[in-house]
């Protein structure tokens, strides 16, 4: 039965680079609670959070999974993110679910890549944070060095709420204990600092211990919340999640004191989709009129879509009626479920701050606002990255092209970081991603679940064309065959325009030397060039064209013959223009090891990347700030990888297009030469 206070809930997202013990957590803590009667392995492929057959197969989570516990009281609801860098779109989407953001690292790996990454998510997201260090039963760990470097990564607010003991086969709680020795030092040494850290929150208690008086256990208890949201205290827990150890400590301390639904921030609601759109107050109450938020969709085979829902306000049933963003046509709730792993238990009531899931719910998209009143509502998501690594399919068999389609369209829906579309100026359907394990594993889906095998390879770069001086172009079009002839000429002038701009076209004609209902045809003829390109075959953009002059035949004059008297005036005039090839620039945020610096530079400028910037990071870490062309980075995830052995992360997204250097131009129109030959 689902809980019926927004008080007696706790929603965790457990987010941590793949490997650290994330999903064997959440096994433990269901065991531990009773919410299972045994205790899933990954490696046997018996964990609740992984049923996906391609994550038993791989030992690893690529979906956000959920389930939910009752524990002393609470409604515990856990969302497990993949990991791995390729698959940040599911920490995306999960955390917009959850209130506490738990960051789990390995005691034998430290600090990742994907953990400072998805650190700074959380905090983005104004989520509370708690840290477990887990697996501290590990061969040769440095548990207080790794603690130390917690503290210099993410802060000194990071502070150990519990401390290993007998060599990590027990925890001793260091919040309301004083007695005893750990692995790590004394418990009392360890809560004062916790002490210190929590009473900042609060300036009752500040000036009360500043007085001298002693601060109870309760009223530390009654603070530690507060102290969570605003950032004075990180707790640390330590765990060996494979044989349960810290679970319990760890699951009192979110039921006891990590924050619930009723205390955290309430989720950014608007009255429209602009950002100065007046907001909507949010409170989190089962009186309220329903409010709820779209946080992830998914599709399975024998239930259909789901969407999950994270209740803002109000209460939900079966006969709840809600609308969509600013939607008039009302829809019933009708079935409402608690997810399991991959089981749907069907529920018949849920409150404010619990999360739900509606089943074949078509028109439900990621991030959309369900909600009783009449009034429009957007929300805002977490944002994604920029999926910039691309591969051009096409189907194997004949007759897919369609299928292809509506399947990129779902898998779309369920993952922020996947995009399908079909390149109108390349004449390829492109998917893109975060990196290559990323889109192998979506096209897997698509062959799993639609039965969709498809052709991948490099897809082309989407130059462009343009021209950087002014200049005039003539052409006499004139044919005849026995009857009517065509007859048409035309004088224009080109010149380039900024970057961006587009295309212009002027008519710039004086006395009728051209009738007026042929000057759109001569403009057809013109935006064929555009479309078609006249260099090495790209589209064209950032030129004004300005007829100016011609001459007609008041018999043979025809709308066709002037479209092909402006189509060639137009080639002659870019002939004379200086016309250039431009290239996608993107930019680009390298997260390095510092020894790797001096590699990673040398990499770039043998790219034609140009570094804009360099940041000291903690724990021994760079970030470069760089741009790039496109053409030059497509496939930069594994020389990346290769440089640093894999601690290597980046992000890039589009900044603007430049001309292509000479020598490179002549390769480009010499290939596209080539293929057009062949073609003919």
């Known amino acids: 039965m689902a809980a019926q206070r927004p008080q007696d809930i706790r929603n965790i997202v457990l987010l941590g680079h793949g490997g650290c013990g994330k999903t064997t957590l959440a096994e433990a803590i269901l065991h531990t609670a009773g919410a299972t009667s045994r205790f899933g392995t990954v490696e046997d492929g018996s964990t609740v959070m992984d049923f996906d057959a391609t994550e038993k197969d791989r030992q690893h989570s690529i979906n956000p999974s959920l389930a939910y ?18 698959f940040i779109g599911g920490p995306v989407s999960a955390a917009g679910g959850a209130d506490i953001a738990v960051i789990v690292i390995s005691a034998a790996a430290g600090i990742e890549v994907n953990t400072r990454r998805l650190f700074k ?76 850290s929590v009473i900042e929150a609060d300036e009752k208690l500040m000036e009360a211990y500043l007085g001298g008086e002693k601060v109870s256990a309760e009223q530390l208890g009654a603070a530690f919340s507060k102290a969570m949201l605003a950032g004075t205290v990180i707790p640390i827990l330590f765990t060996e999640a494979r044989s349960a150890v810290g679970v319990p400590e760890f699951m009192d301390a979110v039921a006891q004191f990590f924050p619930g639904p009723d205390q955290s921030p309430a989720r950014p609601i608007r ?47 079966p006969d709840t009626m809600y609308v969509l963003k600013d939607g008039r046509k009302a829809t019933k709730v009708g079935h409402l479920f608690k997810v399991f792993g991959k089981e749907s238990r069907e529920i018949q009531h849920a409150v404010a701050g619990d999360i739900i899931s509606l089943a074949k719910v078509e028109e439900i998209k990621w991030g959309d606002v369900l909600h009783a009143e009449s009034s429009a509502m957007y929300g805002q998501m977490p944002a994604a990255p920029t999926p910039m690594y691309s591969l051009a399919i096409e189907p194997k068999s004949r007759g897919d092209e369609q299928k292809i389609s509506e399947a990129l369209s779902k898998l779309a829906e369920e993952d922020p970081t996947f995009v399908g579309i079909r390149d109108n100026q390349t004449h390829e359907t492109v998917i893109s991603g975060i990196g290559d394990l990323h889109l192998r594993m979506m096209l897997e889906k698509m062959k799993g679940r639609f039965n ?33 002839g065509q007859f048409g000429e035309v004088y224009l002038r080109v010149e380039p325009l900024e ?28 935006r064929d060039v555009l479309a078609e390109g006249a260099i090495a075959g790209y589209p064209m953009s950032d030129v004004r064209v300005s007829v100016y002059d011609g001459k007609h035949h008041p018999v043979d004059s025809k709308e066709v013959a002037f479209r092909t008297a402006g189509k060639w005036a137009f080639i002659d005039a870019i002939s004379k223009a200086r016309p250039v090839l431009l290239e996608p620039i993107v930019n680009l945020e390298i997260t390095i090891p510092a020894q790797y610096m001096g590699d990673i530079s040398g990499d770039l400028n043998g790219r034609r990347g140009r570094i804009q910037g360099m940041d000291t990071l903690p724990g021994g870490m760079q970030a470069i700030r760089a741009t790039a062309p496109l053409a030059e980075v497509m496939n930069y995830n594994s020389q990346l990888r290769s440089i640093t052995g894999g601690q290597g ?20 129109v010499a290939k596209s030469e080539k293929k057009k030959q062949e073609e003919e």
């Not at 516990?69 to 993110?81: P, S, T």
């Open 121 to 196: 998510l959380a905090e983005e997201l104004k989520l509370a944070r708690a840290i477990v260090i887990n697996k501290i039963q590990a061969e040769n760990v440095d548990l207080m060095g790794l603690v130390g470097t917690i503290q210099e990564v993410f802060g000194a607010s990071c502070k150990p709420m519990n401390l290993p003991a007998d060599g990590g086969k027990k925890v001793i709680d260091c919040f309301v204990n004083t007695a005893g020795e750990s692995d790590l030092g004394s418990a009392a040494d360890a809560q004062t600092q916790l002490m210190e």
């Open 452 to 484: 969709l095998e498809v052709v991948t390879k490099q897809p082309k770069i989407p130059y462009r064309e343009t021209v950087t001086a002014k200049a005039e172009g003539h052409h006499r079009h004139k044919k005849q065959t026995g009857g009517a």
């Open 649 to 668: 992360s980046y992000t890039m997204e589009f900044s603007h297009y430049e001309p292509v250097p000479g020598n490179v131009q002549q390769q480009i």
């Open 499 to 526: 970057r961006g701009s587009g295309f212009e076209f002027v008519d710039d004609i004086f006395g009728g030397s051209i009738p007026g209902q042929f000057v759109p045809a001569i403009e057809k003829g013109v």
């Open 69 to 86: 516990v009752a524990y002393k009281g609470k409604d515990i609801n856990i969302i497990d993110a993949p990991g791995y860098p390729d």
């Open 271 to 317: 009255k429209g989709e602009a950002a100065d759109a007046e907001a909507v107050k949010i409170v989190c109450d089962p009186a309220k009129p329903f409010i709820g938020q779209a946080f992830k969709v998914t599709s399975d085979p024998f239930v259909g879509k789901q969407s999950w829902v994270r209740i803002l306000q109000g209460s939900v049933a």
